[in-house]
T-cell receptor, first 115, second 116 residues
């Protein structure tokens, strides 16, 4: 069984640029959530996708957007990058949408640095 | 709104000591789930345990044990006979039903250092 994978591992961008992060969910999982983890903080929920539709969103501006594909993989897009966007971005997948009793399985993360 | 508080920020112990990590949560929901995750230096969050709000039975799994008390809104985690490999950041998290959303609300984490 393949776990959650994310690419790239590390990324350096400059302020104002756009970035796309990718996530492949664990086999059999159709729900993907994205979290932002700033240095020294706990992860903060960005949004969740279930069956290719956004299924809840945290307190993040619209320049954070996402997609989920028919194979349940997902992308996180961030436009007009700001210095404060520098963080570890974590993707998590779970077996069934909206079922809190299922733990979310996390990928290794993408570390984004904005200069 | 949900909130998770991990008042301890850093704990340092010597190998073989027991250590307890504290977690206090806030929610108005009656149905919720509590989690502990471990984050080693590699960055990946590793799931340790899940508890639902109707199950206050405490659990022991090897060197790990958990104490869930609804009366005090606490979900504490104890490592017995700690080892160097336990060094990591530990997060407590809460999940409630909000429509079909199953987001996790995390605490700020506790950095545990186990010295040989």
């Amino acid at each position: 069984e393949t776990g959650v994978t994310q690419s790239p591992t590390h990324l350096i961008k400059t302020r104002g640029q756009q970035v796309t992060l990718r996530c492949s969910s664990q086999s059999g999982h159709n729900t993907v959530s994205w979290y932002q983890q700033a240095l020294g903080q706990g992860p903060q929920f960005i949004f969740q996708y279930y069956r290719e539709e956004e299924n809840g969103r945290g307190n993040f501006p619209p320049r954070f957007s996402g997609l989920q594909f028919p194979n349940y993989s997902s992308e996180l897009n961030v436009n007009a990058l700001e210095l404060d966007d520098s963080a570890l971005y974590l993707c998590a997948s779970s077996p069934r949408g909206g079922l809190q009793r299922n733990e979310q399985f996390f990928g290794p993360g993408t570390r984004l640095t904005v200069l | 709104a949900q909130k998770v508080t991990q008042a301890q920020t850093e704990i340092s112990v010597v190998e073989k000591e027991d250590v307890t990590l504290d977690c206090v949560y806030e929610t108005r929901d009656t149905t919720y789930y509590l989690f502990w995750y471990k984050q080693p230096p590699s960055g990946e969050l590793v799931f340790l345990i899940r508890r639902n709000s109707f199950d206050e039975q405490n659990e022991i799994s090897g060197r790990y044990s958990w104490n869930f008390q609804k009366s005090t809104s606490s979900f504490n985690f104890t490592i017995t006979a700690s080892q160097v490999v336990d060094s990591a950041v530990y997060f407590c998290a809460l999940s409630v039903i909000t429509g079909a959303n199953s987001k996790l609300t995390f605490g700020k984490g506790i950095t545990l250092s186990v010295r040989p």
